[in-house]
């Protein structure tokens, strides 16, 4: 089976996030954190980012208030969405300056990026990672193991997962996923594979171009 990068959406979230890293740090698995920024408003949350840092994993960025993907925004709105939560990441966003756009619900296209939100990045050294796997916990948090596994049988390349922290129960599924993959050989990576990543320290790779709308007429 092809190796599996990690990544967790949308928290952190008390009471689930700290569950993730207890899984995760026992079957020493590394992944990446994508914060919502507005979350890291709650000290609690913020903790948990924190922690995720401490223990080795990565942290990034997944705009202030995922709300409409960035491509289908203003201009100042979008560079806001993207600035606002790198002040508030601060020093957890170093030394990669990770970040991540929202799809609508794992959608990529040229919805994902405005043109000043590309600009932005790639004035300010940032990697975006994007995904080749996203089994819907956040819709189907009882079915999504089962599509996890399949999306691993079936990849041809290097996987990046998107997984969500969120509290609808979704999580307490992910060591027994851990598990059956682990037993099946899987090796977890802990930097995204090349080719979930268009944009590396600011410079754009092949296909950048593709995730990019021109911005809106004011």
Do not use: K
């Not at 999580?171 to 899987?186: E, I, Q, T």
Request: proline content about 10%; hydrophobic content about 45%; aromatic content about 4%.
């Amino acid at each position: 089976m092809q190796p599996i990068c990690l990544s967790f959406d949308n928290g952190p979230t008390p009471g689930v996030t700290g569950m993730v890293l207890e899984v995760l740090g026992r079957r020493r698995i590394p992944a990446m954190f994508f914060a919502v920024g507005n979350r890291l408003l709650d000290p609690a949350a913020r903790a948990l980012a924190e922690r995720a840092r401490a223990e080795g994993h990565l942290v990034g960025n997944h705009t202030l208030t995922h709300g409409a993907p960035l491509g289908l925004r203003g201009a100042a709105e979008a560079v806001r969405e993207i600035a606002e939560t790198d002040a508030l990441l601060g020093p957890l966003r170093e030394p990669e300056r990770l970040f991540r756009p929202n799809g609508g619900g794992g959608a990529l296209g040229p919805h994902l990026l405005n043109a000043s939100a590309a600009a932005h990045l790639q004035a300010g050294g940032h990697t975006v990672v994007l995904w080749n796997a996203v089994p819907r916990d956040f819709a189907d948090p009882e079915g999504w193991p089962e599509t996890a596994l399949a999306m691993a049988e079936a990849a041809t390349e290097p996987v990046l997962m998107v997984l969500h922290d969120l509290p609808n129960g979704a999580m307490r599924h992910l060591d027994r996923v851990l598990g059956l993959l682990a037993d099946r050989g899987v090796r977890f990576l802990a930097a995204a594979p090349e080719t979930c990543v268009p944009l590396r320290a600011g410079r754009p790779m092949p296909g950048f171009a593709g995730y990019v709308s021109e911005d809106p007429t004011p």
